[in-house]
């Protein structure tokens, strides 16, 4: 068939809009409303299955009391993580602290290499960078978080808290778990974030994606801790 | 204007932008491209709906003829039949309504509706699947194992589904919640995906009311699945603990809240159906202002309805449990609720009516089934008035009129919608046309039956005939008579329909052996996607001609034009020249 119809101009370079928010950062942002209503749903059993405790006594009279005092440092260790990366998150937007040479041009350019080699050699590197020492701190400060829940779960097992004792702490185990599971996966990618800014792969949008992550590990914290230890 | 500079015709211009991607069968399992994914999910799709189909066969066979040698399967057994009735409403939700309506079209649409060469996450989409694809083994494979399938009913109440004293099955209990776990994380990916992808990759000039609406809806229904799917997968880790570990979180005994579970779930349970019905309802706008060549009636208030209709579904869910014992205070508040929803879902059924008011309208079988589908999602809505109200849902709960009522809602967003959307769409998919005549046949042939299937149960059941009975000869009220004959009427209609598929699948391979080609805009309708070749090459267009945006896509019958549509890519004022509508060469 033959018809007559209109030149379609075309564009001649597939330019892109311009975004308003990174393609890695908006994703991130939707995970994690995914994720709050995750930790929504525990915490509204947890305070259903409280309310209607026997006698409403909480916790149950014959379960140990979970450590109010003792977990006020780890969440201290996980608050000022949280803010070391701030520190870090910010410097490394804004260029500064990669050993003087600014970062590349706006979002999703590549650092500079800061040496060339080995993993190992990368590592040197990243120490030598104030951010990258930054960077450290805050994976080192998670991970202390994690080590100590660690230990305070092992003691709670010993003075008979398991998660078939009581719905008590199912919900403990369940609920902190969950979170515990969630510093493990946000300190793995932290860790791998390192390994990009050791090679100088580390782009804006990747720190950004996995520091939000980080950040909501961090303020959902205060919430489970006021919640679930008070 | 300037005459473009890349050669039109086909071959060689694509060869710089070909398929980099892996060749052969290993393309179906790395492909990142969004159309191949988007074929993966519907096919997977639609092998669901055959399994689903098939034991909508055998029960209601039981049900008709109690006892019956059931040709294919055998006798059924109560726990069978509790398997059977499970499964299906599990997998016809689960693996046919949401990844073909959103995962399948949603996955093959957006980039093409917006000018996008892909997902802005390619690789994550491919393990969207990848992950889908796992759930669904799990969920086949719980039918295998010993004790068979899960029978605690599609809403998986506690204490049934966390004992397997009261489901009779151990393992198939626990593979069930996996299968399903597994596949929200699926649609989570695709989620994040179809959202992020919208905002991000629109083509030049297509503001935020140049989006077709079916992208509207999906992205929109992409958004209500992530904000309900939390608290379900929450509840869905206590449920296996329960099942598994021994906790109590569901068990009154040890402390825990059967309730809870359904707070949990109708949380969840409730937007999901309007996470299926929004992209059903998209795929009709689509379809009526293309076939009646009509502007959209309402552009803009289609688009406000459906953000009301989703911010209001998250406060419906407790009219599920109006019985389960909730306070009455609360059933009075969501019988509130419930009946507003029916408000900007009305609206968007009288917009539909008045953009095919005065239009010039073509009964190709898309819109036959795009105008049955309102037609039908109609009796749905209407009759779920009876049951969103707390004082009659007491007499109807749990009868067949609550079950004909969502089979009424959901047949015409499942399957009516996704004929609609596969017929409407096929050319472009597949370069080939379909059969009009078989579509026809096709879809008398299934809305009839549909409709004699479930007219019938909703006599039933407000009869008083309860949903969960495997045999009806044991209740001497419900056994014989005008009862019998009604659900023996029930069955022949489904074997009918179910039959007539066979009908679907023969034109398909009758169109895919010797069907005519589609030239690219063979419905001569607006969009981005009827702008590009039939079946599109990877990455949609050609890289150096991705398409810009000059207006909306409903410009059907504008005055004082030669067409009577405006392609959403082509200029105000654009010079004429002749182009070969198949090939696409151009000549002066």
Not at chain 1, 93 to 122: E, I, N
Not at chain 1, 205 to 213: E, H, P
Not at chain 2, 287 to 293: E, H, K, M, S, W
Not at chain 2, 452 to 466: A, D
Request: glycine share 10%; aromatic share 14%.
């Amino acid at each position: 068939m033959v018809a007559r119809a209109p030149i379609i101009p075309f564009r001649p370079n597939p330019k892109k809009r311009k975004k308003l928010v990174s393609d890695a950062v908006l994703g991130m942002v939707l995970f994690v409303f995914v994720e709050i209503m995750l930790f929504a749903g525990f915490i509204s059993g947890f305070l259903i299955i409280k309310a209607r405790a026997v006698g409403s006594v909480w916790p149950p009279p014959n379960q140990p009391r979970l450590p109010f005092e003792e977990t006020a440092v780890n969440t201290t260790a996980l608050i000022a993580s949280g803010i070391v990366l701030l520190i870090a998150h910010r410097m490394f937007l804004k260029g500064r602290g990669l050993g003087g040479s600014p970062a590349g041009g706006r979002g999703g350019q590549a650092t500079p290499r800061g040496s060339s080699g080995g993993v190992l050699a990368g590592f040197g590197g990243l120490l030598s960078r104030p951010v990258g020492r930054i960077l450290v701190a805050a994976t080192l400060l998670g991970g202390m978080f994690v080590a100590l829940q660690g230990v305070e779960w092992l003691a709670l097992i010993r003075e008979g808290l398991t998660i078939t004792s009581s719905t008590y702490g199912a919900l403990f185990y369940t609920i902190i778990g969950a979170h515990a599971a969630h510093a493990v996966a946000a300190i793995l990618a932290l860790v791998w974030a390192l390994l990009r800014l050791a090679r100088g792969k580390l782009t804006r949008d990747v720190l950004s994606a996995v520091a939000i992550f980080w950040y909501f590990v961090v303020l959902v914290w205060p919430f489970l801790y006021f919640v679930v230890y008070l | 204007m300037v005459e473009p500079a890349v050669d039109l015709t086909h071959g060689e211009a694509h060869d710089d932008h070909a398929d980099h991607g892996p060749q052969g069968w290993l393309k179906y399992l790395w492909s990142t491209d969004h159309k191949v994914i988007a074929m993966q999910y519907m096919f997977t799709g639609m092998f669901m709906a055959l399994v689903g189909g098939f034991m909508a066969y055998v029960f209601r066979m039981q049900l008709a003829f109690p006892g019956i040698n059931v040709p294919g399967f055998g006798a059924v057994s109560p726990g069978e039949y509790n398997a059977l009735v499970t499964n299906h409403g599990t997998i016809m939700i689960f693996w046919v309504a949401m990844p073909v309506l959103l995962a399948a079209f949603g996955n093959y649409l957006i980039p093409l509706m917006i000018g996008a060469d892909d997902m802005v996450f390619p690789k994550i989409n491919r393990l969207s699947f990848q992950v889908f694809f796992v759930s669904t083994i799990v969920i086949l494979a719980s039918l295998f194992v010993e004790g068979g399938g899960f029978a605690g009913a599609w809403t998986a109440y506690p204490p049934l589904s966390a004992d397997s004293t009261y489901n009779l099955t151990d393992l198939g209990s626990t593979l069930w919640v996996i299968g399903v776990g597994l596949e929200f994380v699926a649609f989570l990916l695709g989620g994040i995906n179809f959202i992020t992808t919208l905002m991000n990759s629109r083509a030049p000039g297509m503001r935020a009311f140049d989006v077709p609406i079916v992208v509207w809806m999906i992205v929109v229904a992409s958004i209500l699945f992530m904000l309900s799917v939390g608290p379900l997968l929450a509840g869905a880790i206590m449920l296996i603990f329960d099942q598994t570990l021994g906790t109590g979180f569901f068990d009154p005994g040890m402390g825990g809240d059967p309730i809870l579970w359904q707070h949990l779930f109708w949380f969840f349970g409730h937007p999901e159906v309007y996470v299926v019905l929004l992209p059903a309802m998209g795929v009709v706008v689509e379809i009526i202002t293309t076939f009646a060549r009509k502007k959209l009636f309402a552009y803009r208030t289609v688009i406000f309805t459906i953000v009301a209709t989703g911010v209001l579904s998250f406060f419906v869910w407790a009219h599920h449990q109006f019985i389960a014992g909730i306070d009455p205070r609360m059933a009075n508040i969501f019988t509130i609720t419930t009946l507003l929803i029916s408000v900007p879902i009305a609206e968007l059924c009288f917009i539909y009516i008045a953009t095919l008011y005065g239009g010039s309208i073509r009964l190709t079988t898309p819109m036959l089934w795009a105008l049955a589908f309102v037609a039908e999602f109609l009796i749905g809505g209407v009759t779920g008035i009876f049951l969103g109200a707390a004082g009659a849902d007491i007499y109807f709960h749990d009868t067949y009129f609550v079950l004909a009522h969502f089979h009424y809602t959901f047949f015409p967003i499942a399957i009516i919608g996704t004929f609609a959307a596969f017929t409407y769409w096929f050319p472009k998919m597949f370069g080939k046309m379909m059969d009009e005549r078989l579509g026809k046949i096709h879809f008398w042939l299934t809305i009839i039956p549909f409709n004699m299937i479930f007219i019938p149960l909703f006599v039933l059941g407000m009869g008083g005939q309860h949903r969960r009975i495997y045999n009806y000869d044991q209740f001497p009220d419900l056994a014989g008579g005008v009862f019998q004959d009604m659900r023996e009427l029930a069955t022949w209609s489904l074997l009918i329909m179910l039959a007539a598929q066979f009908i679907f699948f023969y034109n398909c391979w009758k169109t895919a052996r010797s069907g005519p080609r589609a030239s690219k805009n063979p419905w001569k309708a607006n969009s981005l996607e009827w702008t590009t070749e039939s079946p599109p090459p990877h990455g949609n267009w050609h890289h150096l001609r991705m398409p810009v945006v000059y207006r909306g896509p409903y410009e059907y019958s504008v005055p004082d034009r030669e067409d009577d549509y405006w392609p959403q890519n082509e200029p105000d004022g654009a010079p004429l020249q002749v182009v070969d509508d198949d090939t696409g060469e151009q000549g002066r």
